[in-house]
């Protein structure tokens, strides 16, 4: 496991990553989140000791990470790393090699990975000839050689068309199938809830929510809508409940002391129909919007 504890970073007078702590579990992706600069790019730096620490540390398998430990990791930086004038095929063996791999199985690897990729037929080319979704692609087979411990991806989904997205979805399953703890970041918050186990979001430099996906849509002040057959405006008269919308036979209701939404079931049965009673979960996009205000 990947222990990120108090982590800061300091740039002159400004703080860019403020005491941020979370874990990266094996087996399970976690996306990591929050607006333009907010710290992501740093923490994420000061993982793969690209960046000094100012504070905190961080943890690879219960101990403090080595570099060693750090040469096991794939990652793709925010500035990328490969060269744009070189064939991409030479530049992957080179780094498989670099990572350990013999000739042979480097460049059976790098091959594999092109045609899964689609670049097959690319492999002579300048990194620079290719688009640049093509080339993220190419970034992307370059962090995953030749067998990670950990991924740290940074906005590895950036700029890809949605079957890359796609094949860039099944290769980090793959691996967090096989045990590797993965953290990567996005502003696809859409993609980050369909891919991600766990989720650290973070504003101005501080963790500001992290949990399960459905443990952050379960954590905040319950909400319920209520369809009624008649007018629900009695709601508002309700103990205990905030309304948040009210139209016509329709209520949405957040729950403001415990219980409160028995004492409306039961009121709003005693007057009529009740067509529908259910728990309302926030989006995603809702819970970082308020998380990052
Ligand atoms: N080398 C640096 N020198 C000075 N300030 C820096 C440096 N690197 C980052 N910062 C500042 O640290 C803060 C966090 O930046 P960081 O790049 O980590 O954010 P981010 O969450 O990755 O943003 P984005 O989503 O835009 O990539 C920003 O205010 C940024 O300007």
Not at 52 to 68: K, M, P
Not at 84 to 93: E, H, R, S, T
Not at 105 to 126: I, N, P, S, T, Y
Not at 148 to 175: C, Q, T, Y
């Given at each position: ?43 994420m ?37 490969l ?26 690897q ?30 992307i ?36 199938r ?19 186990d ?26 319920f ?50 067509h ?18």
């Amino acid at each position: 496991m990947l222990e990120i504890k108090e982590l800061t970073r300091r740039f002159g007078e400004s703080t860019a990553v403020d005491h941020v702590s979370f874990e990266v579990r094996p087996g399970e992706m976690t996306g990591f989140v929050g607006a333009n600069g907010a710290g992501k790019t740093t923490t994420m730096r000061m993982v793969m000791g690209v960046l000094g620490i100012d504070g905190g540390e961080v943890l690879w398998q219960d101990r403090s990470i080595t570099r060693l430990d750090r040469r096991t990791f794939g990652y793709m930086p925010e500035e990328r790393g490969l060269y744009p004038k070189q064939p991409i095929l030479d530049q992957l063996v080179y780094v498989a090699q670099l990572k350990g791999l013999g000739r042979v199985a480097a460049r059976r690897q790098v091959q594999e990975l092109l045609e899964r990729f689609g670049l097959g037929g690319r492999a002579k080319d300048h990194l620079e000839k290719l688009s640049l979704g093509n080339q993220q692609r190419v970034q992307i087979i370059a962090s995953v050689l030749p067998k990670p411990a950990a991924l740290i991806l940074d906005e590895p989904f950036s700029g890809l068309d949605p079957l890359a997205v796609d094949s860039m979805v099944d290769l980090l399953r793959e691996h967090a199938r096989d045990d590797i703890p993965v953290l990567f970041s996005s502003h696809q918050l859409d993609l980050v809830e369909r891919l991600c186990d766990r989720l650290v979001v973070l504003a101005h430099g501080r963790r500001v929510a992290a949990g399960t996906v459905s443990e952050l849509r379960d954590a905040g002040v319950p909400r319920f809508r209520l369809v009624l057959g008649g007018d629900a405006g009695w709601v508002r008269d309700q103990r205990g409940l905030g309304v948040l919308d009210l139209d016509g036979p329709t209520a949405l209701v957040e729950v403001q002391h415990d219980g409160a939404e028995q004492h409306l079931i039961a009121e709003a049965a005693r007057r009529g129909d009740v067509h529908e009673f259910v728990r309302v979960r926030p989006a995603l996009s809702e819970i970082y919007r308020e998380a990052t205000a």
